[in-house]
């Protein structure tokens, strides 16, 4: 029994050491996992992906934007990380995102869009956290009040709402 | 004009046409912007992903309800919060408005209250694996009504789009018409100011180019729509107010195709329908005339048409209007369903035709088969009568007792087809529960002692005297329940009781109940027990006979009267049947007078156990002290005042003295030997015993007076001279019958061949009866009693062999007095004739003693 149990562990570690040479380490989620980015990323926790809770998101640096949307009434708050720094964060390598929402609605964004704009993965709205049902957990939002060209059907297509997975190709 | 105050002129007007052109030029951006946000998210896309949600959501329900492996209820609840997080895209931001401006803002607000409907169901506990089966229902029926409201809204922001669409090309219109305006105003200015001419020319090249990617806009927001449209899977097109296309998918262009045929289709709807018509390629199967069906499509109050087409395919037309005169137009080719209703509809009516033509046959049966019947039951009855050796009475006696099953079985028959044909209608007339049950027993205790059964009566005290109702069906249900507990029981006894349940205004609920001591009836059986055509086993049925049919019969006849039947049965112990009727009580007198508490003790001595409890009980239900003696009779002990029920004389043998004794009288016609009891205090009980006679010697003690039997004699005439008659007959057979029938009444008997020999007769002499056949030749007993009636009240008895109500009320509306039907009993011809006799003059004349065997 003892032998078994030994051997699992060792063998447990020699996967851990594969995955630590292709990828680097990150910190591991405490919570529900809200976020999985997988695709071509560097650092990951998990099988081939890097898993976010809530409290992962909320611990980077948070960007606040002020803008009106073309699915709600009147100027909304939005705060969370800024795309590009997640990106970085687990050393995507793509030029594009594919985002996937729970109900599996995808949508496919190039990565130059967050090096042009400061587009976050919005957490809260109006300082509150969002339901699924207020399309939360996680929206992305860009800055669209700051840039005319944001104000249009092929920006707004990439809101994608009940965001929940990132694939980077 | 100086050269300065020209050249400011000139200034002036091109600054004027050049803010004109620059306002021009702004609309028409202005335009193209507002189409290009509106269309940005796709309403029509948002509709169909709230569809899809929803779909996911009841499939997840689902699962959940027949707890799939892959369901739970957190993905339950989260499919739900989806759900709701869709609905939210049509109550803010840009489609909010858009639900606004095309009027489905109702609907809107009515999926939102039907999804927190939802949610309050599932805000307690959220969604359970094991939830109520009713919840689970009512949220998916909630669903199904999201997910129509959620289709209409769908359709009306696509006409939403449609209007959106039309106003710009509007706006879009006014907008190059401003830049015109200039374009014209510049040219006039003339070559003279080439300065300003050059200047406005590449205005008017800006405004041509704004134009023209306003064009190229409005034919990309014409191709999202036509793309919805297009994805339809029926036909679908929208029709401007005047009746022309606005857009179509091309389902729609090629059933439009079809019905013009060879002629072009054109630009109007009502054209392209009208060549269909016209032509023979459309078929209304209702056979409208086509303005008629043009009405009802402009109209477009979403009413459907369903057309054949030349190649027997159906097509259906709907048409519905919007608030701006618009017209949608759906069509689809509806040949399945139509086919299958055809199919449906077909086989229903052939079904119902079989039914009739059964009815029919059934009707027809009837009177071929209860004449002759009729004949041989008649003759059967009068041979019966003969003088006859021992031998030849036994086999007319059987054949008799065959006569009499098959007119049963004929009658279940046509009892079954009548309830079928929807003919069966009840009497509604005085009638005495207690004289009813006790016909019953009279009439099944031979039945019973044939299988060495014992067969009791027991009434509630509590009965009411009379009552309302159908006596003959009230029979016939219990002769049906008793022969049947008769027929399955092969030794123990039969119980039939009659207890009022309950009193109220006048009306009481009684219960019949017919208790046997049978082989009972399996429990797997006994679901099939009231149906038609049911027998308990086949086997059964090669051993007991009978149609199958009274079951079920009494079933109907006792629901008709507002009844219910029931029983409870232990294969092997025996069974109870029951029915309990509601009546209307007329006399709340109880059914047999009470002159008073009796002292009296009773004391019960009888050989047949079962006979001696039921008397005990029926006696007990009158607070009397009642007791049985089990195996020996207890010994005198000097008591008195005791009545003493056995069957034996009193003699010396007998231990106890009573100061009165009920002798059970068990052989048939033993009554009429007696001429004088041994005893004075006996008084005698003739078998089967009848709860009213029974009680009324024991509640009402007439003085012992020695009985004095009278030989029966049916009718005893007075001096008044025999009733005349007139016989309306054309059958042989049955004026035969009714000859011998008539012998025991003296009557002055004329036989008239047909109806208007009997009209003839009836003119010419004066009779006291007429008895009327209803089918004879040259005039039938329908239209002679017409004709009677026109001089004359005397009392006409038809007689028909058409059991059906319908024929019995034909006759009654004729103006006979009563109907018998064929075959006839003797015992129905002679009470009919009292009754009858009884209400006119004769009727003094005339008194019915005593009853007849036949």
Known sequence: MIARRSFIAMFAGAVSLFATSAHSEMQRPQNDVILEVSGKVAVVNDAGKAAFDRAMLMGMPQKEIRTTTAWTDGVQVFQGPLIRDVLNHVQADGSTLRAIALNDYAITIPTSDFEKYDAILALLMNGEEMSVREKGPIWIVYPRDEHRELQSAEYNEKWIWQLNRIVVE | ?854
């Open chain 2, 1 to 854: 004009m100086t050269a300065s105050l020209r050249k400011s002129i000139l200034a002036l007007i091109v600054l004027a046409f050049a803010v004109s052109l620059g306002f021009g030029f702004k609309h028409v951006t202005t335009v193209d912007e507002t189409l290009e946000s509106r269309l940005a998210e796709n309403a029509v896309w948002a509709g169909a992903q709230l569809q899809f949600e929803l779909g996911r959501f009841r499939e997840s329900l689902y699962d959940l309800a027949n707890n799939d492996r892959n369901a739970s209820p957190k993905e339950t609840s989260k499919r739900f919060d989806i759900l709701w997080s869709r609905v939210q895209i049509f109550r803010e931001g840009d489609l909010a408005e858009l639900v606004t401006v095309s009027g489905m803002k109702p609907i809107v607000d009515n999926i939102q209250s039907q999804i927190e409907e939802i949610d309050s169901i599932i805000a307690d506990d959220g969604f359970k694996t094991r939830a109520q089966p009713e919840t689970i229902r009512r949220i998916l029926d909630t669903g199904q009504s999201i997910n129509r409201l959620s289709q209409e809204l769908t359709a009306g922001i696509m006409h939403g789009e449609h209007v959106r669409f039309v106003n710009y090309i509007r706006e879009r219109q006014s907008a190059i018409h401003d830049v015109m305006i200039s374009l014209v105003g510049l040219f006039l200015c003339g070559a003279a100011f080439t300065v300003s001419l050059v200047f406005s020319n590449r205005q008017a090249n800006k405004a041509t180019l704004a134009a023209t990617s306003a064009e190229e806009a409005a034919v990309a927001a014409r191709e999202r729509v036509t793309d919805a449209i297009e994805s339809m899977a029926e036909g679908f097109a929208v029709i401007d107010s005047v009746g022309r296309y606005v857009s179509a998918n091309t389902i729609f262009r090629s059933f439009m195709n079809r019905f013009s045929g060879s002629a072009p289709t054109g630009d109007f709807f009502e054209t392209t329908l009208e060549t269909g018509f016209r032509d023979h390629v459309l078929l209304d199967p209702l056979g409208r005339p086509v303005n008629r069906i043009m009405d009802g499509l402009r109209c477009a109050d979403g009413t459907g048409f369903e057309f054949v087409m030349d190649d027997e395919n159906w097509v259906r037309i709907e048409t519905r209007r919007t608030a701006n005169g618009t017209m949608i137009v759906k069509l689809a080719d509806v040949t399945d369903r139509k086919r299958w209703e055809i199919e449906t509809e077909n086989a229903k009516n052939t079904a119902i035709r079989n039914l009739e033509a059964q009815s029919r046959f059934l009707s027809m049966m009837s009177h071929e088969v209860r004449t002759p019947l009729n004949g041989v039951l008649g003759i059967l009855q009068i041979i019966i009568d003969e003088p006859l050796s021992q031998a030849a009475r036994h086999y007319v006696k059987t054949a008799l007792n065959s006569a009499i099953s098959l007119r049963t079985v004929i009658d279940d028959v046509l009892d079954a087809s009548k309830i079928e044909a929807n003919e069966m209608a009840l009497r509604n007339e005085a009638l005495s529960l207690a004289n009813l049950s006790e016909n019953v027993l009279d009439l099944m205790t031979p039945l019973a002692h044939k299988s060495g059964l014992s067969l009791t009566l027991t009434l509630d005290p509590n009965l009411p005297k009379s009552v309302t109702g159908d006596a003959d069906r009230l029979r016939q249900i219990l002769n049906n329940f008793v022969s049947n507990a008769i027929k399955f029981t092969e030794h123990g006894n039969v119980a039939l009781s009659l207890d009022r349940l309950s009193k109220s205004d006048g009306r009481c609920l009684v219960r019949f109940s017919v208790t046997d001591t049978g082989i009972g009836i399996p429990a797997e059986k006994q679901a099939d027990l009231f149906r038609a055509f049911k027998q308990i086993d086949s086997s059964y049925s090669r051993r007991f006979g009978g149609t199958g049919l009274g079951l079920a019969i009494s079933k109907v006849l006792a629901e008709k009267m507002g009844g219910v039947v029931g029983f409870e049965s232990t294969a092997g112990k025996g069974s109870r049947f029951w029915f309990d009727i509601p009546f209307e009580i007329l006399s709340s007198e109880p059914w047999v007078k009470q002159a008073g508490p009796s002292g009296s003790r009773v004391l019960i001595d009888l050989s047949d156990r079962a006979l001696a409890d039921a008397l005990s009980a029926q006696i007990k239900g009158f607070g009397m002290n009642v007791a049985v003696c089990d195996t020996s009779c207890p010994q005198s002990n000097g008591e008195t005042d005791v009545i003493l029920i056995n069957d034996s004389p009193l003699d010396a043998s007998t231990a106890i003295r009573p100061h009165m004794h009920l002798q059970v009288l068990h052989a048939e016609n033993m009554l009429d030997d007696v001429t004088e009891a041994f005893d004075s205090r006996t008084r005698f009980l003739r078998y089967p015993i009848h709860p009213t006679t029974l009680m009324r010697e024991l509640l009402a003690p007439r003085p012992p007076v020695p009985v004095k039997i009278e030989p029966a004699r049916p009718i005893e005439e007075s001096g008044s001279g025999p009733l005349r008659i007139l016989l309306a007959e054309d059958c042989k057979t049955n004026q035969l019958v009714m000859q011998a029938f008539l012998k025991g009444i003296t009557t002055d008997l004329v036989i008239a061949e047909n109806g208007k020999l009997a009209l003839e007769e009836a003119r010419t002499n004066t009779f006291d009866l007429i008895l009327m056949d209803v089918s004879m030749p040259e005039m039938d007993g329908i239209e002679a009693t017409k004709k009677i009636r026109e001089f004359s009240d005397i009392p006409v008895i038809g007689v028909t062999a058409h059991a059906f109500e319908s024929a019995l009320t034909s006759c009654l509306d004729a103006g006979m007095d009563r109907v018998l039907t064929k075959p006839l009993a003797k015992q129905d011809l002679y009470s009919t004739i009292k009754e009858l006799l009884d209400e006119s003059d004769r009727a003094a004349a005339l008194a019915v003693t005593g009853t007849e065997s036949c």
